[in-house]
């Protein structure tokens, strides 16, 4: 996961505050994904995106939006940040034709 | 969506012994992959198999694809403590995304 950043690394914001987590990639990868990841729900995507300014909506969107400007990077922005969106998010990349996804360190994200 | 699940949830094994873990699925794959996540970190992958393969070995990892049962296994021989970590096995869905399971908990003991 060398060419995959994520920042902040950890963060804790109030109930209703917007909140943008951001991606950022060196592997030049086509795709890039946002998942988050809970106990008992594995890993669910919330929004991916296959080059820039081209993004769609996963299994658990709602609450959430994205937006990729430029190739490297890939940011999540919770427009109202709620309790249920206490998490671990985690960005992915693919490219190469391998079908494998690469993963960044994850950011922690706790909503009071 | 089609969910790849693992099973079991959880499993210890001693220092030195093989740990085999299950994944089945409900629809058709182009591929299946495994992956593994150690405590706080992102995942990292591991595997891939291809709907076309039956067996892939990959150093101490062998996964085997079944595809009339719908169903992968992940062997690890001779673990080690680093090996402790979850196990995520991911498939393809019908619109390409990958989507993944919840993970198979392993513990190594010393």
């Known amino acids: 996961d060398a060419g995959i950043t994520q920042s902040p690394r950890h963060k804790v914001t109030e109930t209703g505050t917007p909140v943008t987590l951001r991606c950022h990639q060196t592997?030049?990868?086509?795709?890039m994904y946002w998942y988050r990841q809970d106990p008992g729900h594995g890993l669910r995507l919330i929004h991916y995106?296959?080059?820039?300014?081209?993004?769609d909506k996963g299994e658990v969107s709602d609450g959430y939006s994205v937006s990729r400007s430029k190739t490297e990077d890939f940011l999540l922005t919770l427009e109202s940040a709620t309790s249920s969106q206490t998490s671990v998010y985690f960005c992915a990349t693919e490219g190469g034709g391998t079908d494998t996804q690469y993963f960044g360190p994850g950011t922690r994200l706790t909503v009071l | 969506s089609q969910q790849g699940e693992e099973d079991p949830q959880a499993l210890s094994i001693q220092e030195g012994e093989n740990a085999t873990m299950n994944c089945s699925y409900k629809?058709?794959?182009?591929?299946l992959q495994w992956y593994r996540q150690n405590s706080g970190r992102g995942l990292v992958h591991l595997i891939l198999i291809r709907s076309n393969e039956r067996e892939k070995h990959s150093g101490r990892l062998r996964v085997t694809l079944d595809t009339s049962k719908k169903s992968s296994s992940l062997l690890i021989t001779a673990s080690r403590a680093a090996d402790t970590a979850s196990y995520f096995c991911?498939?393809?869905?019908?619109?390409?995304?990958?989507?993944f399971g919840k993970g198979t908990r392993l513990h190594i003991l010393p």
């Open positions: 629809t058709s794959i182009n591929n």
């Open positions: 991911a498939t393809d869905d019908r619109d390409d995304k990958i989507i």
């Open positions: 995106s296959y080059g820039v300014k081209d993004t």
């Open positions: 592997e030049n990868h086509r795709y």
